[in-house]
């Protein structure tokens, strides 16, 4: 079989995988084992080993599935990560999006780019991994509800640090166009609820307005957003270059004249170094149960104020020696080197010591959209860097 047939072989099959992954309605929250049951079983009929980690109730799963190298050497080994869940369809599509559609060189279909059509060429691409005369393990890391606050991966990567798992090179395949991204800012989601006492508004000595607690709380996070602007780190690569703060909502109260018993704040921060969340929460948390909690406590001694963390994804630093961009690098042929301001899984990995690159087919500008797609060619791409760390990866 001539190299252009074995070429067109694998990006077929990957259209077809892609296919049967987008049919999967993985979206976040969801139940995701039909999909990581279809992805281990195409995995294991290769050889590969795997272990699953889970939430709490066994509804989504993270898989990891290893084909070890034959000839062992000193090399680091590779780690292709995806994310198996998607964003939720709303109405206007063109298409069913949920049953992949190729017109002219488009693919439609949820997920095709955020990121079934990464994982898709991995799962095509396997066969060939597991055929050559591997000198390092190739790893497939597929996790749950990326999209909602990263909450799958930390479970794995939890798994990994008991199994030793303490270095290599992750590829990230989220869509950047194959373009190399070496960095993002943390995403930190809380929602903080303050319960007080409801009472006549005539009478407000008799009551604890949750409405007017959380107003100074908000007041609190705003002077703190000023204080994040002077922390700015002298080399920030990000724009804006200090750590941003924003209120996304404030939901409490009744009526006019009642005094509000509850009331929730919803807020987030985009930490450019992971110094500034201490910072913040550590300041924010003082001032809530130092002053304002003892106040509402004053009249209504079971007053609460509680923050609840929605997710804390963690930023991804740049790494003037990354093992994980040079090699892209080398293989791609573009040695750029962008940031980013949507949050990954990156800095989980690069947390347990592995050094990560952010790239995939694809663009972030078709992502979590109406008739999301993925231009094919961009599979073609992905592929040939596959193909590149399988001559990387090989006894020469
Ligand atoms: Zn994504």
């Known amino acids: 079989m001539s190299t252009e047939n074995n070429t067109n072989q694998l990006f077929d099959n990957s259209i077809k995988i892609l296919t049967d992954l987008i049919a999967f309605k993985t979206i976040s929250g969801e139940d995701n084992n039909s999909l990581i049951n279809y992805c281990d079983e195409i995995l294991k009929n290769l050889g590969a080993t795997s272990f699953r980690t889970f939430d709490g109730e066994k509804k989504r799963v993270n898989l990891f ?8 050497s000193n090399k680091k080994p590779i780690i292709l990560s995806g994310h198996t869940d998607v964003v939720p369809v709303s109405k206007g599509w063109s298409t069913d999006p949920f049953k992949a559609t190729v017109k002219n060189d488009k693919l439609f279909g949820r997920g095709a780019c955020d990121m079934k059509g990464f994982i898709a060429c991995t799962l095509a691409f396997a066969p060939v991994y597991s055929k050559a005369n591997l000198d390092r ?14 909450i799958g991966a930390p479970i794995l990567i939890e798994e990994l640090k008991k199994r030793g798992v303490k270095e290599g090179i992750c590829i990230i395949g989220e869509p950047t166009n194959m373009k190399i991204i070496d960095a993002h800012k943390g995403c930190y989601e809380y929602t903080t609820y303050f319960e007080g006492l409801a009472g006549h508004s005539s ?30 780190p002298k080399d920030s690569i990000f724009d804006p270059p200090y750590s941003t703060l924003q209120i996304g909502g404030i939901f409490g109260g009744i009526a006019h004249n009642v005094i509000a018993d ?7 921060t985009r930490p450019v170094i992971k110094e500034d969340g201490i910072f913040l929460n550590s300041e924010l948390d003082k001032y809530a149960n130092e002053i304002l909690l003892p106040d509402m406590k004053k009249v209504f001694p079971n007053s609460s104020i509680r923050k609840n963390i929605i997710g804390e ?15 892209v690098s080398n293989l791609t042929g573009d040695n750029a080197r962008e940031v980013v301001s949507f949050g990954t899984e990156a800095g989980l990995f690069q947390e347990i010591g592995i050094s990560t690159v952010v790239c995939g087919p694809g663009s972030i500008e078709q ?4 008739d999301e797609f993925i231009i094919l060619d961009e599979l073609k791409k992905c592929l040939n860097l596959l193909e590149g760390i399988k001559n990387n990866s090989i006894v020469s």
């Open 65 to 72: 599935a290893t084909l070890k190298a034959k000839q062992p």
């Open 313 to 327: 994804v963690v930023g991804f630093d740049r790494d003037k020696k990354s093992y994980a961009c040079e090699l």
């Open 262 to 268: 509850k009331c929730h704040v919803n807020w987030e």
């Open 137 to 150: 393990d190739i790893h497939f890391s597929y996790t749950f509800d990326e999209e909602t606050a990263c």
């Open 367 to 370: 992502a979590h959209k109406i």
């Open 203 to 232: 009478a407000p000595h008799k009551g604890v307005s949750a409405v007017e607690y959380a107003a100074r709380y908000v007041n609190k996070l705003i002077e703190l957003r000023e204080k994040l602007k002077e922390r700015v």
